[in-house]
């Protein structure tokens, strides 16, 4: 059954992403034709803290199968690419000091451009684990220095060969009449994707 990602719950969406990332027939990518194996995992902004803990059980359980996550937090990776520049302890002192934000982002756009700094940290992880799954989290907190779809586009060329699956707080939409949209929280229109899939729509005969 296709579970609707508007009521989804943490228990539901655990369930389902157990069951897809168990079967080769998803990992090996079956059934996609020539399409970037990207998924997107959209779910209510309000269970936010409970799809971490669904992100960490998902990678304790599928481990113990040796079904190997690599699990990328872009919050967690922002940081780290922050502390290697040396600049990490500068951010946080503007962070208070600067009188528009807009100047924060404009820094951190420049800092966290994805195609220069951050596709090639996240290629650089890849690089250095043989995994079977690789999940991205953290979109929203990271919102709105880096931008989903930019991540997603600058990363298609980069991770062809394993699923991809990116946990989005909001509502992703794909139709003909209208395109497609990742509509982050539920609110704030995030430019188009067109090449990803729901992950909701993926059924495991």
Same mark, same amino acid.
């Given at each position: 059954?296709? +579970?609707?990602? /508007?009521?989804? !719950?943490?228990?539901?969406?655990?369930? @389902? $992403?157990?069951?897809? #990332?168990?079967?080769?027939?998803?990992?090996?990518?079956?059934?996609?034709?020539?399409?970037?194996?990207?998924?997107?995992?959209?779910?209510?902004?309000?269970?936010?803290?409970?799809?971490?803990?669904?992100?960490?059980?998902?990678?304790?359980?599928l481990?113990?199968?040796?079904?190997?996550?690599?699990?990328?937090?872009?919050?967690?990776?922002?940081?780290?690419l922050?502390?290697?520049?040396?600049?990490?302890?500068?951010?946080?002192?503007?962070?208070?000091?600067?009188?528009?934000?807009?100047? +924060?982002?404009? /820094?951190?756009? !420049?800092?966290?451009?994805?195609?220069? @700094? $951050?596709?090639?940290? #996240?290629?650089?992880?890849?690089?250095?684990?043989?995994?079977?799954?690789?999940?991205?989290?953290?979109?929203?907190?990271?919102?709105?220095?880096?931008?989903?779809?930019?991540?997603?586009?600058?990363?298609?060329?980069?991770?062809?060969?394993?699923?991809?699956?990116?946990?989005?707080?909001?509502?992703?939409?794909?139709?003909l009449?209208?395109g497609?949209?990742?509509?982050?929280?539920?609110?704030?229109?995030?430019?188009?994707?067109?090449?990803?899939?729901?992950?909701?729509?993926?059924e495991?005969?």
């Amino acid at each position: 059954m296709i +579970l609707s990602q /508007l009521n989804i !719950s943490a228990e539901q969406c655990f369930e @389902h $992403l157990l069951k897809v #990332i168990e079967s080769e027939r998803f990992r090996e990518k079956k059934g996609l034709g020539n399409e970037v194996p990207f998924f997107i995992c959209p779910y209510p902004p309000q269970i936010n803290l409970e799809i971490e803990k669904v992100v960490h059980q998902l990678c304790t359980t599928l481990e113990g199968q040796k079904i190997i996550i690599l699990n990328i937090n872009l919050y967690d990776l922002v940081i780290e690419l922050l502390q290697e520049r040396g600049i990490w302890e500068q951010v946080l002192e503007l962070e208070s000091s600067l009188p528009s934000k807009t100047q +924060l982002l404009e /820094l951190f756009q !420049s800092v966290l451009d994805p195609e220069n @700094h $951050l596709i090639p940290a #996240i290629t650089n992880k890849m690089e250095n684990i043989n995994f079977d799954v690789m999940f991205l989290s953290g979109v929203g907190e990271v919102f709105p220095y880096i931008r989903s779809h930019n991540v997603l586009n600058n990363l298609q060329s980069k991770a062809k060969n394993q699923p991809t699956i990116m946990f989005f707080p909001g509502v992703y939409t794909h139709s003909l009449s209208s395109g497609a949209s990742l509509d982050l929280f539920d609110r704030l229109h995030d430019d188009k994707y067109y090449r990803a899939f729901n992950i909701f729509d993926y059924e495991v005969d």
